[in-house]
């Protein structure tokens, strides 16, 4: 079973992803800041990472580039955002997320670009 970190420092949004990708057979892991989602990712890495970019502590930018400069197998990411700007999307695409998703997101096109990150079947 695939393992899905979802960093999000809003519990309601941690919920509401975890009820989807649960749904669809991935196992969820849950942090609530980049700080506690870089913790978790250096003890045991997970196949793919859902990534809020407003948070306390240290945000997903931050989150995202410590994880790729960190020694540990690299997984896709998708960033969820509020800001819409594409000057945030270019942000997060440079710290190192492979896709960019604004909220609030549709649970089919989070499980598609999932499936498509993780070269599952999208259909």
């Known amino acids: 079973m695939k393992r899905v970190l979802v960093i999000d420092d809003a519990a309601t ?10 749904a669809a057979g991935y196992s969820v892991e849950e942090a609530v800041n ?8 250096l003890q045991t890495p997970f196949d793919i990472y859902v990534v809020d970019v407003n948070m306390p502590q240290m945000d997903g930018y931050g989150f995202m580039k410590r994880l790729r400069a960190a020694e540990v197998p690299q997984a896709p990411a998708i960033i969820v955002s509020t800001e819409a700007a594409a000057h945030d999307e270019a942000l997060a ?4 997320a492979n896709a960019y998703l604004i909220k609030p997101v549709k649970p089919e096109t989070l499980l598609t670009g999932i499936r498509l990150l993780l070269g599952e079947s999208v259909t």
Not at 34 to 41: P, T
Request: no cysteine; proline share 0%.
């Open 13 to 22: 949004v941690r919920m509401y992803h975890r009820s989807i990708l649960e």
């Open 93 to 96: 695409y440079q710290a190192g």
């Open 34 to 41: 980049g700080m506690e989602g870089l913790e978790k990712a």
